[in-house]
């Protein structure tokens, strides 16, 4: 079955501290892994998509990659209003379809 | 661009009632899904929708139903509401081809709280 991990639940840093958020998976064929971010109260929203390994995409302060079993979310030099739930997700096998499955999150809170 | 756009926004239902949630795709994105979020399970899938045709269902009861119209416009309904159905519903929509692996835009949900 297709699993999806996130690691840490939780993560506090001062401004300014970098850290990663990491995102390991089991899939039968990865045909991409996404990373979202949600804030409280609201719609998960796009930042990235990786498709193979070794990939790397950037966005401001965030950078993702992705290994044959893992994708890291990279936060250079955070600032608080970085603070929100980091998601990641990798798309059905299911032929035909489109959908997602998600891991729990991890909650980053940046502190001040 | 208009994202995805979900109604309503905020709704009390008392338990043994039905529900309908309405949700309007990215405009030219055809396949519409539908997701429940809550604090205990996170986010889990619930069904996609392309071309008015369900190509995929998650471990849901049978309480929960959608459906899509011929403008992509999709709705879901639930019957019978528990109040483990208390969640976050988030609609998302993809790409004309609707293929695995298109990226897939999330609306701001519709939070529903059973009682």
């Known amino acids: 079955e297709d699993q999806v991990t996130q690691s840490p639940e939780a993560l506090r840093l001062q401004e300014g501290e970098s850290s990663s958020l990491n995102c390991s998976y089991t899939v039968s064929g990865l045909r991409g892994l996404f990373w979202y971010r949600q804030d409280p109260g609201k719609g998960p929203e796009f930042l990235f998509t990786l498709y193979s390994a070794g990939e790397e995409k950037e966005k401001e302060r965030l950078k993702a990659t992705l290994t044959k079993k893992e994708s890291f979310l990279h936060i250079t030099a955070p600032k608080p209003e970085d603070s929100a739930t980091y998601l990641c997700a990798v798309p059905t096998f299911q032929t035909g379809a489109n959908n997602l499955f998600f891991g729990t999150g991890t909650r980053l809170t940046v502190i001040p | 661009k208009a994202g995805v756009t979900q109604t309503p926004r905020y709704l009390i239902k008392t338990r043994g009632q039905q529900v309908t949630l309405s949700c309007s795709p990215i405009s030219g994105h055809r396949s519409v899904s539908w997701y429940q979020q809550t604090p205990g399970q996170g986010l889990q899938f619930l069904f996609e929708y392309f071309s008015e045709t369900q190509r995929n269902k998650g471990n849901f009861p049978g309480r929960f139903s959608g459906r899509q119209f011929s403008n992509s416009r999709s709705e879901m309904n639930v019957s019978t509401l528990e109040l483990g159905d208390s969640a976050l519903y988030l609609c998302?929509?993809?790409?004309?081809?609707?293929?695995?692996?298109?990226?897939?835009?999330f609306g701001e949900g519709s939070w529903l709280t059973v009682v």
């Open positions: 998302a929509s993809s790409l004309p081809t609707g293929e695995a692996g298109n990226t897939i835009y």
